[in-house]
C-alpha cells in the first residue's frame, strides 16, 4: 500500500447464506482517483460498497482505510468516508431538511440530533446543500415519503454532500434525475466545493453506474461480474470488448 | 369466495360450541332466591338516584378516579417506552450489546405482564395497606410491562436499511438511536396512548372495588348495601366519563412540529421520570412493611395447599379462559349475524357499551343473585364483558368496511343473514380472529378479578392465602398465574403470527 492509498480491499470474498457474492478481490483506491464502477445487476456492486463502508463485514479478507484495518478506526476516522445508497435508505417519517441534517450527526453531540428532531437546530447548512442539489424551498419541510423519487434522490446526495467527506462511495446516484440535473449533481459528487461554490480540493469518488455516457468524468473504469473484478483500468483505455466482458 | 376465507369465517364461530358445557352447569345453578335483586337492578338502570349529595360524592369519586388514572398512565406510558426502548433488538444493534441481555428484560417484562393489576393491588394492599399511591403503582406495574411490549413491536419495524445508514453515518451511539426511534415512539404514542389512559381508567375502577377508592369503591359498597339506584348514578357518570373522554381523546391532536408543544412534552418526560424515582424512594423508606413481616415465612411455612387442590385450581383457570375466549370470539358476529337490521344495531351497541362499562366484578355479583358461583358463571361474566370489547372492534371494522359484495349478494336474491356473512363478516373474519388472539392474551389475566369475586379457579385461592399471610401458597399462586399466562401468550402469539 503506497502512501495515497486511501481505501483498499485485501483478497474480499463475501458468501450470503450459499451464494458466494464476492470473490477474492483485491482493489486499492487513491487519493483522489475518480472511479466508475460498471456491472449488471446483482454483480456485486452494492455488496463491493457496503463492504468498502464498512455496512458488512466479508466472509474473508481485509479492508484498511488510510492504511488501517476497519476495526482500529474510531468513529471520527470512519466518518470520512459517505454514501449514496441505491435505495436511498432516508428515514421517511423525518421532513427532507431532518433527513439534509442527519449528514451532521457524527460532528455534532447529542442535543444536535435532539434538537434536529424537534425542529429547533439550525437547517442554514442543511438548507445550502438542498439548495446546491437544486431542491425547491418549498418541499424542505416536507415529510420523506411526501416527495417524488428524484427529490428523495437529491435530498439523499445533499444528506451525503453536507458530511463533506473526501471519500465519497455512490450506488447508482443517477437514479431518478433528469439529464439536466445530472450534469449539476454530478458536478457537486465529483468535486469538493468551498462555500462560494468553487472547486476546494480533490474527492476521492467510487460510483456505480449503469450509464456509460457518464463516464467521462470518471479516471479509472472498475468491470465487476458475478463477484469478480474483470477489469480495472484507466478510462482512456476502455474498449467495447470489456463491456462486453461484464455486461 | 375461496375456501380459506371460509375456514376463518367458520373459526369465528366454532367457538360459540363452549355454551353447551356452559348453560348446562348454568341451568343446573339456577336459583330463585335472588330474581327480585335482579329485577331491581334492572329497572334502578332508568331510575338512578340523583340528588345534591350523591352528585358531590360523584364529582369527588371521579376525581380521585381521573387522578389515579391520569399519573398511573402517564407513569406507565413513559417508563414503558424506556423498557421498550431497552427491550427492542435496534437498541442492542446500535451498542453491540449481546442478544442475550434483550432476553433477559423481555423475559422478566413478560412475567410482569402476566399478573393482573387486581393481583398487583391486592398483594400490595396486603403488604402495605390501603393507600391511594398504591393503586397508581399496582396499575403502573404490569402497564409499564404491556407497554413495553407494544413500544418495542413498533421498534421492531424501523427498516433495517434506515438503521445501516445512520450507523455508515457513524454518528454517536445516542445520536444514532435517538434519530431512529424518534418517530416510532412518537407514532405509538399517538396511535397507542390515549387508549391506554382509557384502559387505566378502567382499571382504576376495577382497583377501587377492591378499597383502593374512586368511583369504583363507591361502586362497590352501593352494591354491597343493595343500593342499585345509587350504583347506576355511579355506572352512569362513569359512562358519561368514558363517552366524554373518548370524545376529547379524538379532538387531540398532537403537533410533533409545534417547538413549545414539544418542549413541554419533554419536560413533562423527565418530570415525570424525576417525581416517580423520589416517589419510589420516599416509598422505600417511608413504609414500615408492617403487614410484611411474616415474609420469612415464605421460605418456612409449609403451604397447606395440596397437589391436587392445586392442580384443580390451575385447570378451573385454564377452563375458565377457554371458556370466556369462546364467549368473547364468537358471540358478537354471531349476535350481530343474526339480527342483522338497523334497529337491532342499535341495540346491540347499547348492550355492549353497558357490559364494557359495568366492571366485571359487578356483572358477576349482578349474575350471582339468581346462579351459583361456578367455573361457568365465571366464564359467562368475563366472556360477556369481553365480548362487549370484541362487538366494538366489530362493528367499527363492518361499518367501515366496502359494501359493495353485500349489496351485490343481496341483489341476487341471497338471503340479508348469507350476504352478512359472505359480503361483510367473511372478509373481516382474519383480523377479527387476530384481535381475538390478542384479546385471549388480557382474558387470561382477567380471570383473577373474577376468580376473586366468584370463588373459581386461582383468583380466589390467591385471595384466601392472603387473607391467612400465607406467602409459600401466594408465591405458588403467582407462579401458576404466570406460567399460564406466558404459555397462553405464546400460544397466542404463535396464532396472530399465523393470521396476519
Given at each position: ?11 474480499i470474498?463475501?458468501?450470503?447464506k ?42 474473508q ?23 449514496i ?44 446543500y438542498?439548495?446546491?442539489?437544486r431542491?425547491h424551498?418549498?418541499i424542505?419541510d ?32 443517477f ?5 439536466k ?29 449503469h ?5 467521462n ?6 468491470g465487476?461480474r ?10 482512456n ?9 461484464i455486461? | ?21 356452559l ?9 330463585f332466591?335472588g ?23 360523584v ?5 380521585e ?18 423498557f ?17 441481555f ?21 398483594l400490595?394492599?396486603?403488604i402495605?395497606?390501603i ?16 407497554n413495553?411490549k ?37 407514532n ?13 381508567i ?9 378499597g383502593?377508592?374512586?368511583i ?22 362513569l ?28 419536560s ?9 424515582f423520589?416517589?419510589?424512594l420516599y416509598?422505600?423508606?417511608n ?9 420469612s415465612?415464605?421460605f ?5 395447599l395440596?397437589?391436587?387442590?392445586f ?11 377457554l371458556?370466556?375466549?369462546g ?29 364494557r ?8 355479583l ?10 361457568s358463571?365465571?366464564a359467562?361474566?368475563?366472556?360477556l ?17 366496502d ?9 341476487l ?5 348469507t ?8 372478509q ?33 385461592q ?8 400465607a406467602?409459600?401458597?401466594v408465591t405458588?399462586v ?9 404459555v ?5 402469539g404463535?396464532?396472530k403470527?399465523?393470521?396476519?
Amino acid at each position: 500500500m503506497n502512501n495515497n492509498t486511501v481505501l483498499e480491499l485485501e483478497n474480499i470474498s463475501y458468501k450470503y447464506k450459499n451464494d458466494l457474492i464476492l470473490n477474492k478481490v483485491n482493489l486499492k483506491i487513491n487519493s483522489g482517483e475518480k472511479i466508475a464502477l460498471l456491472g449488471k445487476s446483482g454483480s456485486g456492486k452494492t455488496t463491493l460498497i457496503s463492504i468498502l463502508n464498512g455496512t458488512i463485514k466479508p466472509t474473508q479478507g481485509e479492508v484498511k482505510l488510510f492504511n488501517k484495518s476497519f476495526e482500529e478506526l474510531d468513529r471520527k476516522q470512519k466518518s470520512k468516508i459517505t454514501t449514496i445508497w441505491q435505495d436511498l435508505r432516508l428515514i421517511e417519517d423525518l421532513s427532507a431538511e431532518q433527513n439534509v441534517n442527519c449528514g451532521l450527526l457524527a460532528e455534532n453531540n447529542f442535543y444536535f440530533a435532539f434538537k434536529n428532531l424537534l425542529n429547533i437546530s439550525s437547517f442554514k447548512k442543511a438548507h445550502k446543500y438542498m439548495k446546491l442539489c437544486r431542491l425547491h424551498t418549498s418541499i424542505y419541510d416536507k415529510k420523506i415519503r411526501k416527495l417524488s423519487g428524484g427529490q428523495k434522490q437529491r435530498v439523499a446526495i445533499a444528506r451525503s454532500l453536507i458530511q463533506e467527506s473526501n471519500i465519497l462511495l455512490a450506488d447508482e446516484p443517477f437514479n431518478n434525475l433528469d439529464p439536466k440535473l445530472i450534469t449539476t449533481i454530478k458536478n457537486l459528487l465529483l468535486e469538493n466545493v468551498d462555500k462560494n461554490n468553487t472547486k476546494k480540493s480533490p474527492k476521492t469518488a467510487l460510483v456505480a453506474l449503469h450509464r456509460l455516457d457518464l463516464l467521462n468524468d470518471f479516471d479509472k473504469v472498475i468491470g465487476i461480474r458475478d463477484g469478480k473484478i474483470f477489469f480495472n483500468i484507466k478510462r482512456n483505455n476502455l474498449k467495447k470488448i470489456h463491456l462486453e466482458e461484464i455486461f | 369466495m375461496n375456501k380459506l376465507k371460509l375456514n376463518y369465517t367458520s373459526l369465528s364461530f366454532l367457538p360459540i360450541l363452549v355454551c353447551i358445557p356452559l348453560g348446562y352447569q348454568l341451568i343446573n345453578n339456577i336459583h330463585f332466591g335472588g330474581f327480585k335483586l335482579f329485577q331491581d337492578f334492572l329497572i334502578s338502570a332508568f331510575n338512578p338516584k340523583i340528588d345534591n349529595e350523591i352528585i358531590i360524592t360523584v364529582i369527588k369519586r371521579l376525581n380521585e378516579t381521573i387522578l389515579i388514572g391520569f399519573f398511573s398512565w402517564l407513569v406507565s406510558i413513559i417508563f414503558g417506552a424506556i423498557f421498550g426502548i431497552i427491550s427492542s433488538n435496534i437498541f442492542y444493534k446500535i451498542f453491540n450489546i449481546p442478544n442475550f441481555f434483550y432476553r433477559i428484560i423481555r423475559f422478566f417484562l413478560t412475567i410482569i405482564r402476566s399478573i393482573h393489576e387486581v393481583v398487583w393491588g391486592i398483594l400490595l394492599m396486603q403488604i402495605y395497606g390501603i393507600n391511594f399511591s398504591i393503586g397508581i403503582i399496582a396499575i403502573c406495574i404490569p402497564y409499564i410491562a404491556v407497554n413495553s411490549k407494544v413500544f418495542a413491536e413498533q421498534l421492531e419495524t424501523i427498516d433495517y436499511k434506515s438503521f445501516e445508514s445512520i450507523n455508515q453515518i457513524n454518528a454517536p451511539k445516542f445520536s444514532s438511536l435517538l434519530t431512529l426511534i424518534w418517530n416510532p415512539i412518537i407514532n405509538t404514542f399517538k396511535n397507542f396512548g390515549l387508549y391506554r389512559l382509557e384502559c387505566s381508567i378502567r382499571s382504576t375502577v376495577i382497583l377501587g372495588l377492591f378499597g383502593i377508592g374512586g368511583i369504583g369503591t363507591s361502586i362497590f359498597l352501593s352494591f354491597q348495601t343493595l343500593n342499585f339506584r345509587e350504583l347506576w348514578t355511579y355506572l352512569w357518570s362513569l359512562a358519561i366519563l368514558i363517552i366524554l373522554s373518548g370524545l376529547i381523546f379524538k379532538k387531540i391532536k398532537f403537533n410533533t412540529t409545534n417547538k413549545i408543544l414539544s418542549i413541554f412534552f419533554i419536560s413533562v418526560f423527565f418530570i415525570t421520570i424525576l417525581f416517580s424515582f423520589s416517589y419510589f424512594l420516599y416509598f422505600i423508606f417511608n413504609n414500615n412493611f408492617e403487614n410484611f413481616n411474616s415474609v420469612s415465612s415464605l421460605f418456612k411455612s409449609s403451604s397447606d395447599l395440596g397437589l391436587f387442590d392445586f392442580l384443580k385450581l390451575v385447570l378451573e383457570t385454564i377452563i375458565l379462559s377457554l371458556l370466556s375466549t369462546g364467549i368473547a370470539i364468537s358471540l358478537p358476529p354471531l349476535v350481530i349475524g343474526i339480527f342483522n337490521n338497523n334497529t337491532s344495531k342499535i341495540f346491540i351497541k347499547i348492550f355492549a357499551f353497558l357490559l364494557r362499562l359495568i366492571p366485571t366484578p359487578v356483572i358477576l355479583l349482578t349474575l350471582l343473585t339468581f346462579n351459583n358461583p361456578s367455573v361457568s358463571l365465571a366464564a359467562l361474566t368475563l366472556g360477556l364483558h369481553n365480548a362487549g370489547i370484541t362487538s366494538k372492534l366489530l362493528f367499527t371494522n363492518l361499518d367501515s368496511q366496502d359494501k359493495r359484495n353485500y349489496i351485490a349478494m343481496k341483489s341476487l336474491g341471497i338471503s340479508k343473514k348469507t350476504s352478512w356473512l359472505l359480503g361483510l363478516f367473511s372478509q373481516q373474519a382474519k383480523s377479527y380472529l387476530a384481535y381475538c388472539a390478542y384479546r385471549s392474551d388480557i382474558i387470561i389475566r382477567e380471570t383473577a378479578i373474577v376468580g376473586v369475586i366468584g370463588s373459581v379457579g386461582l383468583g380466589w385461592q390467591l385471595q384466601e392465602s392472603l387473607s391467612s399471610f400465607a406467602w409459600q401458597e401466594v408465591t405458588l399462586v403467582l407462579i401458576a398465574y404466570s406460567s399460564i399466562a406466558i404459555v397462553g401468550e405464546l400460544i397466542n402469539g404463535k396464532i396472530k403470527n399465523s393470521l396476519t
